[in-house]
């Protein structure tokens, strides 16, 4: 009979599998350990990157959009990374915040042309900055297992987002000279945007630009962007200089010239639109509330007591001028047939809504038209005035007159907005401020149509010997002539809360 085989341990080496089973178990445990240590510990590094990158890139695109990224610290719009020491605007924020070239971290800087589900502005080049930081960090108990750092990463992006800040913007489409400067005349941008004039028009057909000008400056005109740029408040004393972008090509000849100053540069024949309807959002007014045919309230200028429908403001605090001519004051609403100022007769505008369904707004020769003072605010319009053109409507000032209006808030539901084509019009209308008097808007001029083209366009021509013609705010138009010895000068001080969405965009996180 065969005996059982039997496997005998002793106590001794029973023993020395259990110490091995604990040795084993004591590793496991302390990799464990050091697992949920470590990984807390990289968190809160992961949390602290994160803050830096955000910090730096914020940084870079407010340095941009300020327009101080010039000088010997000036970082450009190419691909770099942060070398020790740098005092680099971005470099410099994420070493503020405990990250930098010098502790072994790899901090990258890129400009991305586009972003997702954002829409950048076109008024900066670059328009966004993308900060991406790199740190090797040294594990602590996780070494037993073998791992001896762990890299820790994080990225933001930031943009400039909202409104192109472009001071004048031309959506001509396909109409050839969208901008036309001649004559001695002289257009002039101080302030507003980096981008100081786009011209979204391509001279030809199907969708090809032809070999027609989508602009021309020719005679001796100028057109002076010397102190365009954010680094200007309007006063046209410290800007560096604005650039101008045309989707086709120019004519510039005789003794005319642009002049971009040092921080800008003239492109043409550029394969996007530079320019876009930043108003393009805006709903247009209704006739809902508005007064069909309010009366007109002749002022009593001269001694006497002002009349009822002066509601207790005189003719001079009312902004009336003095001079014997007769003067009116317009009151919000509904206007079948426009409003038409005679020659040689004043009229000053209450706040409000001025709903125009035909003529639009005329003043004739030796006559003016102001924003009315002393008056109560209007709740959408505040002290400004919005002439919004429909039907046939248009905006005629000629001769010896004058015009002088104060737009919306730039925090209404009209951002700024003084005068405003409606886009659905059809048909070409040709605006004129023809004048030798005083021109001084506050206030965006929207003068376009929805797919503006040579058969259904809005033009504005502004010409004659005035050298007072001032634009605080953007002009939008399909076209745009400045002829004559006329000189126009947009002042957009930067961040401006009046004369619409100067301010160029806004600074946002968006990853």
Known sequence: MKGKLKLHYGRKNRGQALLLMILLMGVVFIGMLGFAIDMSRMYAQRQMAQAAADAAAQAAISSIKGGTNTGA?????????????STLTPCAYASLNGFSADNGDTIKVDFPTSVGGVTISGSYSPAAARITLIRPAPTSLMKVLGITSLKIAAQSTAVITGNSGSPLVIM???????LSVTGTSTLKVCGGGQMAIAIDSCAGTGGACGSTASFQVTGSSTIDLS???PLDNGSCTTGTGGSLSSM???SITGSSSVQNGSAGAMTTSVSTAPGVN???SVTAPSTSGLTTSPVV????VGAGAPRACQQGVSWSALGCPSGGNPCNLYFTGVYPNGISLGDSTNGVMAPGIYYMQATGLVVGDGSNMYSASGLSSDAVTGQGQLIFLTGTSVLNVSGSSSLSLTGTPSSSVYQGLVIWEAPTATGIHNHNLSCSGTLDVKGTILLTENNANTSNYNSLTISG???ATTATGQIVADKLTISGSSTITMRL?????????TAGGVVSLVK
């Open 248 to 250: 086709g090509t120019s």
């Open 227 to 229: 102190h365009a740029g």
């Open 493 to 501: 001080p930067y961040g401006n809360s009046t004369g619409g969405n």
């Open 465 to 467: 010997s005035s050298g």
């Open 297 to 300: 309230c002749s002022v009593n």
């Open 172 to 178: 001509g489409g396909n109409l050839p000279d969208a």
């Open 278 to 280: 930043p108003y393009a």
């Open 73 to 85: 610290n000036a970082f450009g719009n190419a691909t770099f990374t942060c070398a020790t020491r």
